[in-house]
């Protein structure tokens, strides 16, 4: 059974950093492609992040660009999301997940899931 994992969440101030990870398994067949997305409260679920193995491409919302990194680590099935520069509008439960990524214009991305194999997330918190 899939199951992602995600851990390192936390509460910071703003300006703050956490290192998010997810561990994967369960998989016949790894997804060429692994996001992170997160939910805000009372609000819906946004892809941030995606990278993809093979072509180590990654893609990120213009809402984080510059200030997440995300990375993976095939030896340990993890995937990982370095935030920085954290801001309150970061505040989100945050899941990872297999994605797509689709090219809009002006050159930004939508980072969409492609199965509904969720975890429990992980809690970001981010006071001013």
């Known amino acids: 059974q899939v199951q992602p994992v995600e851990s390192g969440g936390g509460s910071v101030q703003a300006g703050g950093s956490l290192r998010l990870s997810c561990v994967v398994s369960?998989?016949?067949?790894?997804?060429?492609?692994m996001g992170w997305f997160r939910q805000p409260p009372g609000q819906e679920r946004e892809g941030v992040a995606a990278?993809?193995?093979?072509?180590?491409?990654?893609y990120y919302a213009d809402s984080v660009k510059g200030r997440f990194t995300i990375s993976h680590d095939d030896a340990k099935n993890t995937v990982y999301l370095q935030m920085n520069s954290l801001k309150p509008e970061d505040t989100a439960m945050y899941y990872c997940?297999?994605?797509?990524?689709?090219?809009?214009?002006?050159?930004?991305?939508?980072?969409?899931?492609?199965?509904?194999?969720w975890g429990r997330g992980t809690q970001v918190t981010v006071s001013s």
């Open positions: 997940a297999a994605c797509r990524v689709r090219g809009l214009a002006g050159g930004s991305f939508y980072i969409t899931h492609v199965n509904n194999y």
């Open positions: 369960g998989y016949t067949e790894r997804p060429n492609c």
């Open positions: 990278i993809f193995f093979e072509r180590l491409d990654d």
